[in-house]
C-alpha cells in the first residue's frame, strides 16, 4: 500500500517539467517579465478554452474576484450577497472591494440557495450577487439570472473551482458580469505560484479591470482610479499557457473518470456522495458527506489507511473573526451542517486506477 495524495507536485513535475523549463528560456530570453506578449498570448488562450471573448490575467484568485467587483462600480455602499461555505478569499474580496456582505444559506450540494436570496431582498436592497461553483459543481445559470433579476442585482461568479465550467452548455460568466478564477497551484488550471483572471463577454468591464490591476494607470503615469499592482508575470503566463492549459482538457477529464468511479463503487450507509451527473462538475474536488459527528473519525480511519482527505471548509465564511461581524454558524444550518459533514476525497489528475481503488475499498470498510 502506497501513500495516496490530496495533490501530487512530484508526479505533475515529472509529466510538465520540460515543458515548463521550455517556457522559462523562452520568457528569460524574450527579456520582458511583465506584462508582455506571454501574458496577452495566454489570455487570448485562456479565453479561447473557457469561452469568453477576454480573460484578463491578475495576481490571484482573491484579485480577481476584487478587481472584478471595483471594475463593475460594486464598492463603497453597495451590498453583495454571497455563501458562507467557500474558500474565505471569497468575502475578502468584497470586503477590500469596500462592499456590504451578506451570506445565504446553501443547498444539499453546497451550492448558493437562490430562493434564499430572493427572500433576502425583501429585508435589504442587494446590488450584487457573488456565487461559488463550489467543488466545480456549477450554480445553474438560468436560476441564478431569474434570481439576480428578481432582486435587481448584477451577478460575478467565482469559478476557482470551475475553470472551462458550464451550466445548460453556457461557459460560467458568459450570461453574467463575469467570472473569476485562481491559479492557486491545486486548482484545475494551477500554476507554479500564484496567478488569477477575470473572464467575460464585457469589453468595457475587462478594459477597467486591465486599469485596476496596473495602479488604475489610463496611460502610462497617468492613474485616473486607485488600481492595485496585481499583474500576472510573465513567466507563470508563459507556463500557464505552454505546460499547463495544453493539459487542462485531458486533466479534467481524468477527474471526471475519477468522480464517476467513487460514484459508481462507494457504497456505505453513512456516506452520502454527491447527487449531481458526473459530467456537469469539473470536480475540482469529491467531497462526501458523514452525518451524525462522525466525519473526522472518517477522516482519521482513512488516514490510518494511507489516505490523505481535506475538509472544505471547517469554518463557515460567515464566521470568520475577519468580518467586521461575524455570525453564528447556527445562522445557516444548512451550510453549518456540511462544515461539519464534508471530507474531501483525493481526485487529482495524477490519481492511478490502483490508487481510486485503496480509496473506494477503505472508505467501505469503514465502520463508524
Ligand atoms: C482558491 C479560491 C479562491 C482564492 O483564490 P487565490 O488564488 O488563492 O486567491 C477564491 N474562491 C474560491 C472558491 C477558491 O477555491
Not at 66 to 93: D, K, N
Not at 312 to 339: F, M, N
Request: glycine content about 8%; aromatic content about 6%; overall charge negative.
Amino acid at each position: 500500500m502506497t501513500a495516496v495524495l490530496a495533490n501530487d507536485f512530484r508526479a505533475q513535475w515529472d509529466d510538465i517539467g520540460d515543458d515548463v523549463l521550455a517556457a522559462v528560456r523562452r520568457v528569460g530570453e524574450s527579456g520582458w517579465y511583465v506584462l508582455g506578449e506571454e501574458v496577452a498570448a495566454f489570455e487570448r488562450d485562456l479565453a479561447g478554452f473557457h469561452g469568453t471573448s477576454y480573460a484578463v490575467g491578475v495576481a490571484s484568485g482573491l484579485d480577481a474576484i476584487e478587481i472584478g467587483l471595483r471594475a463593475a462600480g460594486i464598492g463603497p455602499g453597495a451590498v453583495v450577497v454571497t455563501t458562507p461555505l467557500t474558500a474565505f478569499a471569497t468575502a475578502l474580496a468584497v470586503m477590500r472591494a469596500g462592499a456590504a456582505l451578506r451570506f445565504v444559506d446553501v443547498d444539499d450540494e453546497g451550492l448558493i440557495d437562490l430562493d434564499a436570496v430572493e427572500d433576502l431582498a425583501a429585508q435589504t436592497s442587494i446590488d450584487a450577487v457573488l456565487p461559488v461553483h463550489l467543488y466545480g459543481h456549477p450554480v445553474n445559470h438560468q436560476r441564478l439570472i431569474t434570481a439576480a433579476d428578481a432582486v435587481g442585482a448584477v451577478v460575478l461568479e467565482d469559478v476557482a473551482q470551475a475553470i472551462g465550467g458550464r451550466s445548460d452548455g453556457q461557459p460560467h460568466g458568459s450570461n453574467t458580469l463575469g467570472a473569476a478564477t485562481s491559479f492557486y497551484p491545486t486548482k484545475n488550471l494551477g500554476a507554479l505560484g500564484d496567478g488569477g483572471a477575470l473572464l467575460t463577454n464585457d469589453a468595457a468591464l475587462a478594459a477597467r479591470a486591465r486599469q485596476l490591476r496596473d495602479y488604475g494607470q489610463v496611460a502610462k503615469y497617468e492613474h485616473a482610479i486607485p488600481g492595485l499592482n496585481s499583474r500576472l508575470d510573465e513567466l507563470h503566463a508563459g507556463v500557464l499557457r505552454t505546460a499547463m492549459l495544453p493539459r487542462l482538457e485531458q486533466a479534467l477529464r481524468r477527474r471526471r473518470e475519477i468522480a464517476d468511479r467513487y460514484l459508481n463503487t462507494i457504497d456505505h450507509q453513512a456516506i452520502r456522495v454527491p447527487a449531481l451527473p458526473v459530467e456537469d462538475s469539473s470536480w475540482h474536488l469529491f467531497p462526501v458527506f458523514v452525518e451524525g459527528g462522525a466525519r473526522d473519525a472518517l477522516k482519521a480511519w482513512l488516514a490510518e489507511a494511507d489516505v490523505q482527505t481535506a475538509v472544505h471548509y471547517p469554518i463557515l465564511a460567515s464566521a470568520q473573526q475577519a468580518l467586521p461581524q461575524p455570525e453564528d454558524p447556527l445562522q445557516y444550518p444548512v451550510a453549518h451542517r456540511l462544515a461539519t459533514s464534508e471530507l474531501s476525497l483525493p481526485i487529482h489528475p495524477y490519481l492511478s486506477d490502483d490508487a481510486i481503488d485503496q480509496v473506494v475499498s477503505a472508505v467501505n470498510a469503514w465502520r463508524p
